[in-house]
């Protein structure tokens, strides 16, 4: 029976207990949910609404609009609507409510913000900063080596397998949300990575998981964390003074490819896109950056 009078406190304190506790969402997620459901209780305690009826489309449109004329991003609403949406469908599905307050309501446009795209030319001087003359030497050349050959999330390169790797034929298995694909890879991706094996995996004296292919020197494998601050420290060493990101290498693949004729299909194949209008981006930046070679390099440009 569904209560009018249930306390908001004690159904967003039932919310906040079961996000404490699923597996369905990440730690962060989590997180990031409480954070903004705690934001949200605040709003309807300053309003002294103390009733799940209470709460209503109009309360939920007003609360968003105060948080835009404090000037927060629009990104920032959209992911505080999400969070507040799931915390009433939870409570729909426990019986609590009869109808969503969020229902229609619809989330803040944002813009999208192209990402960084390395030059051909900067791509080779970032690839030519790890000396091959140690352990670490030889695995970070390797690994941005294979980033590039592939454009592969850094998720999917530190989660890569011996086993994943056919270096006699030139081509990789990688596997995302349990989808595989195969991505074919250049001869000096397939000679830094021969040399890494041969000449620094093999020395290590302890390795945790036998078929892990990029391992810290410990033997276990590399973190996201781990190789952030590979790519950080490479980008400076080459004096590169663009934002980079480890997703910045993958960004770089699918726009030379594109930029060098290869069509959106197959360069959607290769990144694992799932929908092709998230490979449609490259295609919007590859045709920013013609337009900005043009108006430097035509000599009426700028008559």
């Known amino acids: 029976m569904i209560k009018g009078g249930i306390i908001v406190d004690v159904l967003i304190d039932e919310y906040l207990a079961y996000l404490k506790g699923s597996q369905n969402v990440s730690a962060n997620t989590r997180e990031s949910y409480r954070r903004d459901i705690l934001k949200y209780a605040k709003y309807l305690e300053d309003l002294q609404i103390q ?109 890569l397998r011996i086993s994943d790797v056919h270096l006699e034929v030139g081509y990789i298995n990688c596997t995302h ?12 991706a397939r000679e830094a990575i021969r040399a890494y094996l041969s000449r620094a995996r093999s020395k290590l004296r302890e390795i945790q998981d036998p078929d892990i292919l990029f391992l810290n020197l ?24 663009k934002d980079i990101t480890p997703h910045t290498l993958r960004h770089s693949f699918a726009i ?10 197959s360069i959607q ?3 694992g896109h799932t929908d092709i209008s998230s490979t449609q981006i490259y295609a919007q930046i590859a045709k920013s950056r013609l337009a900005d070679v043009y108006q430097k390099a035509h000599p009426r440009a700028h008559s």
């Open 177 to 188: 949300h349990g989808q595989e694909r195969v991505i074919p890879i250049y001869t000096a």
């Open 51 to 159: 009733c799940v009826n209470e709460c209503s489309n109009t309360t939920i449109i007003n609360y968003l609009l105060s948080m835009q004329k404090q000037g927060m991003a629009s990104s920032t609403i959209s992911r505080n609507l999400a969070s507040i949406r799931a915390m009433y469908r939870f409570l729909l599905s426990r019986h609590h409510m009869t109808n969503d307050p969020t229902q229609n309501i619809h989330g803040f446009k944002t813009e999208k913000k192209l990402p960084q795209i390395l030059t051909s030319q900067e791509v080779e001087i970032l690839l030519e900063q790890p000396v091959c003359r140690d352990f670490k030497g030889y695995r970070d050349r390797a690994m941005l080596e294979l980033l590039y050959a592939t454009g592969m999330r850094v998720s999917e390169l530190i989660s």
């Open 218 to 241: 410990n033997g276990a494998k590399l973190t996201r964390q781990g190789f952030w601050k590979i790519i950080k420290y490479y980008t400076q060493k080459a004096g590169i003074k």
């Open 269 to 271: 194949e290769m990144l």
């Open 256 to 265: 030379h490819l594109l930029e060098n004729g290869a069509d959106l299909k």
